[in-house]
């Protein structure tokens, strides 16, 4: 994996990449190609076909797991989150996704950003029109990953009466990359962050909430 720089605040308008400057905002095809051979950007495995104009599609993991809850869920309570049921594939390699079922898979790559590049992953229109939703929080903040990637986890849920059939493999969303000035602190910093998940995990919450809590009093 490329090694990632970081990199110090830039008070002006744009960002030097390379022998090419970019100014702040949402990077084009050939600005994330810059991004990535500068060492910014880390997409493994990576498929050059997969960059579009003006963002990196992903593609669906194989290890997927329902979120199955047993009782009511108090968000500052570890012990009575959902459970993550390890979801097995269809004799054709297909994931199936019930009405109404919440499913958290990964992406097949692991992404890596440096300190001044931000993300936002979303799913495309082609899930959304068959009524899958495919991501629930699409931040991904600076810093994300940058020790050796981190898979995004996908929260995907079928809107539909009947199930879905995914395959693994396929694209599946895309991740929109914006150059900034560069962040102060990294997300790969700040404590009980997925910044080195190379599987899902479940959510930390409980953990930053008594986290929060213990540094109050």
């Keep these: 994996m490329t090694t990632l720089q970081p990199v110090?605040?830039?008070?002006?308008s744009e960002?030097?990449?390379?022998?090419?400057?970019?100014?702040?905002?949402?990077?084009?095809?050939?600005?994330?190609?810059?991004?990535?051979?500068?060492?910014?950007?880390?997409?493994?495995?990576?498929?050059?076909?997969?960059?579009r104009p003006a963002a990196i599609s992903l593609r669906l993991g194989d290890k997927a797991y329902s979120l199955?809850?047993?009782?009511?869920?108090?968000?500052?309570?570890?012990?009575?989150?959902?459970?993550?049921?390890?979801?097995?594939?269809?004799?054709?390699?297909?994931l199936r996704v019930e009405p109404g079922e919440v499913v958290l898979a990964p992406t097949l790559e692991r992404i890596g950003l440096s300190?001044?590049?931000?993300?936002?992953?979303?799913?495309?229109?082609?899930?959304?029109?068959?009524?899958?939703?495919?991501v629930l929080c699409g931040q991904v903040s600076p810093g994300f990953g940058s020790g050796n990637g981190a898979v995004l986890t996908l929260e995907?849920?079928?809107?539909?009466?009947?199930?879905?059939?995914?395959?693994?493999?396929?694209?599946?969303c895309n991740l929109m990359l914006f150059a900034s000035a560069g962040s102060e602190e990294s997300y790969d910093r700040i404590p009980h962050n997925y910044s080195n998940d190379h599987l899902v995990?479940?959510?930390r919450l409980a953990e930053r909430m008594e986290r929060t809590h213990n540094s109050s009093n």
């Design 8 to 12: 110090p605040a830039n008070p002006l």
């Design 15 to 51: 960002l030097d990449f390379g022998d090419r400057r970019i100014e702040r905002g949402v990077l084009t095809d050939w600005e994330i190609r810059k991004a990535r051979n500068d060492g910014d950007l880390s997409v493994l495995p990576f498929d050059g076909t997969l960059i």
């Design 68 to 94: 199955v809850s047993t009782g009511p869920v108090d968000i500052a309570d570890q012990a009575t989150y959902p459970d993550l049921v390890p979801k097995e594939l269809d004799d054709q390699g297909r």
């Design 115 to 134: 300190n001044r590049l931000a993300g936002l992953v979303d799913g495309t229109s082609d899930y959304a029109r068959l009524g899958v939703s495919v």
């Design 156 to 172: 995907i849920v079928n809107h539909l009466r009947h199930a879905v059939l995914l395959h693994p493999g396929a694209r599946i």
């Design 201 to 203: 995990m479940p959510s």
